[in-house]
């Protein structure tokens, strides 16, 4: 079999063998769109490689996943794989001067009702094939992480019956870069953007730039965005001040220009799409789409109006009320209990863990486009980003209501 197939494949869009984030991608290079380019990594090798180690896929005890996820490490690449591995790397490689970026593309991601959204492993800017051949590894040890079992859990699912390809593309050297929700529950479109990669808002560290499209292309909202000057664990060293660096990454012109393309996406895909985008020198270029979850705008309680609230992003669906649960670093999640409302500052990868038992979640970072909103939307789940002061402001301890569509929270004095 052919492991090694360039995105502009007409074979690269098969969903069973490249997983439904490089065939998406694939699709939409296909039809004309900007991407990357690049090429994919069937999940036959995948297979191929788990098969030489010689273990039990169904061992699920801790010794057992442990061991599969080490042979990805300890093992040698078999050699019919590693050197088409190689010689793929070698060919895109060579005129990359901002180095190359390797991506999970597993067979259950991005699929409606289980997105997978920053589950799994990406790894930007190698340059070497040492690099290179660590983060496909990677990748591939990434289906028996500890998150993602956790995750499969939640789903029926088990990394034993399933698969993990990889995809493979020149680093795009942005200026900006985001996400994108086709449409919202007031048909909006909603773009999120960061000045240079867009990893920081989807792993929820700044408070991206929000810019609301009517479905027209009319520019109806457009606030800047910002980040701590420091973050870290409170316990262990100093915060640093509150103090937010505004920033401006699009004009009108060119956010109208990335909603029509979002428009295009949707038209192409028949649904409603989430997607990440970057803009480099030579104009945007879409990195990922995939299924958006909707809900309808939940009837709201109007007794809640007459309390304090804050305005942020919003970030997940419906409306959600609970005992606000201040958390001020990942150390403290355990005090978060079945029916909270977690309340903290950075919304990154670590939260998903509290996602099942919580009412709501407000944070002082992140956006309507981040991997945590994309879990948040996938379980129904009320969710508010990248409201300012939310730690200093909401009280630990009051009954707080969380409304996750039009981005307000609210707390009971």
């Given at each position: 079999?052919?492991?090694?197939?360039?995105?502009?494949s007409?074979?690269a869009?098969?969903?069973?063998?490249f997983?439904?984030?490089?065939?998406?991608?694939?699709?939409?290079?296909?039809a004309?769109?900007?991407?990357p380019?690049?090429?994919?990594?069937?999940?036959?090798?995948?297979?191929?490689?788990l098969?030489?180690?010689?273990?039990?896929?169904?061992?699920?005890?801790?010794r057992?996943v442990?061991?599969?996820?080490?042979?990805?490490?300890?093992?040698?690449?078999?050699?019919?794989?590693?050197?088409?591995?190689?010689?793929?790397?070698?060919?895109h490689?060579?005129h990359?001067?901002?180095?190359?970026?390797?991506?999970s593309?597993?067979?259950v991601?991005d699929?409606?009702?289980?997105?997978?959204?920053g589950?799994?492993e990406?790894?930007l800017?190698?340059?070497?094939e040492?690099?290179?051949e660590t983060?496909?590894?990677?990748?591939?040890?990434?289906l028996?992480?500890?998150?993602?079992?956790?995750?499969?859990a939640t789903?029926?699912?088990?990394?034993?019956?399933?698969a993990?390809?990889?995809?493979?593309q020149?680093?795009?050297n942005a200026?900006?870069?985001?996400?994108?929700?086709?449409?919202?529950?007031n048909?909006?479109?909603?773009?999120?953007?960061?000045r240079?990669?867009?990893?920081?808002?989807a792993q929820g560290?700044?408070?991206?730039?929000?810019?609301?499209?009517?479905?027209?292309?009319?520019?109806?909202?457009?606030?800047s965005?910002?980040?701590?000057?420091?973050?870290?664990?409170?316990?262990?060293?100093?915060?640093g001040?509150?103090l937010?660096?505004?920033?401006?990454?699009?004009?009108?012109?060119?956010?109208?220009?990335?909603?029509?393309?979002?428009?295009?996406?949707e038209?192409?895909?028949?649904?409603?799409?989430?997607?990440?985008?970057?803009?480099?020198?030579?104009?945007f270029k879409?990195?990922?789409?995939?299924?958006?979850?909707?809900?309808a705008?939940?009837?709201?309680?109007?007794?809640w109006?007459k309390?304090?609230?804050l305005?942020?992003?919003?970030?997940?669906?419906?409306?959600g009320?609970?005992?606000?649960v201040?958390?001020?670093?990942?150390?403290?999640?355990?005090?978060?209990?079945?029916?909270?409302?977690?309340?903290?500052?950075?919304?990154g990868?670590?939260?998903?863990?509290?996602?099942?038992?919580v009412?709501?979640v407000?944070?002082?970072?992140?956006?309507?486009?981040?991997h945590?909103?994309?879990l948040?939307?996938?379980?129904?789940l009320p969710?508010?980003?990248?409201?300012?002061?939310?730690?200093?402001?909401?009280?630990?301890?009051?009954?707080?209501a969380?409304?996750?569509?039009?981005?307000v929270v609210r707390?009971?004095?």
């Amino acid at each position: 079999m052919e492991f090694i197939v360039p995105l502009s494949s007409p074979a690269a869009a098969d969903a069973e063998r490249f997983g439904p984030k490089a065939a998406n991608l694939a699709k939409l290079a296909h039809a004309g769109l900007p991407t990357p380019g690049g090429f994919c990594i069937d999940a036959a090798a995948y297979r191929r490689q788990l098969e030489s180690f010689g273990l039990d896929l169904h061992d699920a005890t801790r010794r057992g996943v442990l061991a599969i996820k080490l042979a990805f490490f300890d093992r040698p690449i078999v050699d019919a794989l590693r050197e088409p591995l190689l010689d793929a790397w070698r060919r895109h490689s060579a005129h990359t001067p901002a180095g190359m970026a390797v991506r999970s593309s597993a067979l259950v991601e991005d699929r409606f009702g289980a997105s997978f959204a920053g589950q799994f492993e990406s790894y930007l800017g190698l340059q070497s094939e040492d690099e290179y051949e660590t983060a496909v590894r990677s990748c591939w040890a990434a289906l028996w992480s500890t998150r993602v079992l956790r995750y499969m859990a939640t789903h029926d699912a088990s990394p034993s019956e399933t698969a993990m390809a990889v995809l493979v593309q020149p680093l795009v050297n942005a200026d900006a870069s985001g996400g994108a929700l086709s449409t919202t529950a007031n048909d909006d479109r909603v773009i999120n953007a960061t000045r240079g990669l867009g990893s920081a808002i989807a792993q929820g560290e700044v408070i991206p730039e929000r810019i609301v499209l009517s479905r027209d292309g009319t520019l109806r909202e457009k606030s800047s965005g910002g980040s701590y000057q420091r973050l870290g664990c409170s316990h262990i060293a100093a915060r640093g001040k509150s103090l937010f660096q505004a920033s401006q990454c699009l004009d009108a012109a060119q956010a109208r220009s990335l909603g029509a393309l979002v428009e295009r996406v949707e038209d192409l895909m028949g649904m409603a799409v989430e997607i990440e985008w970057a803009l480099d020198q030579e104009g945007f270029k879409l990195l990922q789409a995939r299924p958006l979850h909707l809900q309808a705008e939940p009837v709201r309680d109007h007794l809640w109006r007459k309390h304090p609230g804050l305005n942020g992003q919003p970030a997940g669906v419906g409306w959600g009320e609970g005992r606000a649960v201040v958390v001020n670093c990942e150390c403290e999640l355990e005090r978060v209990a079945a029916g909270d409302v977690l309340v903290t500052r950075s919304a990154g990868p670590a939260l998903s863990a509290v996602l099942p038992r919580v009412a709501g979640v407000v944070a002082e970072l992140g956006g309507s486009t981040s991997h945590l909103a994309s879990l948040a939307r996938e379980r129904g789940l009320p969710m508010v980003l990248g409201v300012r002061d939310a730690t200093s402001r909401i009280p630990d301890g009051a009954q707080v209501a969380v409304d996750g569509v039009t981005g307000v929270v609210r707390w009971m004095r």
